[in-house]
């Protein structure tokens, strides 16, 4: 069974919860993901398409209740991917992720096979 997962985020919204909260990119976000942003101009926009990656992948594995931290958006020279870690490695999904973002809004789409 295959099923697909979508997100969309405005990326201001993300932002202003960021300052407004500091600690929740640490409970939203691994330090690989955070990392990553933080090297980027506006690492907003990089937190928020993989904020939307990890929603799409929770909505094509119907998931009721999972952690933020058992699915890892990894960066690399390919594109993304999906890890999936602690309680979510067991389940063996394929999980396939594509990620977008401009000035305004970011969206992820995840096919899980």
Not at 52 to 62: M, S
Not at 80 to 98: I, N
Request: hydrophobic share 50%.
């Amino acid at each position: 069974m295959s099923a697909i997962g979508l997100d969309l985020l405005e990326i201001d919204r993300l932002e202003r919860a960021l300052e407004r909260r500091p600690r929740l990119a640490q409970r939203l976000f691994t330090d690989a993901e955070r990392a990553y942003a933080a090297s980027k101009a506006r690492p907003a926009q990089h937190l928020a398409a993989r904020f939307c990656a990890k929603e799409a992948v929770a909505k094509a594995l119907r998931l009721q209740a999972w952690s933020w931290q058992d699915i890892e958006v990894v960066g690399g020279p390919d594109g993304a991917r999906v890890v999936l870690r602690g309680g979510l490695a067991g389940l063996g999904a394929d999980v396939d992720v594509s990620l977008t973002h401009s000035r305004g809004m970011a969206g992820a789409v995840a096919l899980v096979r």
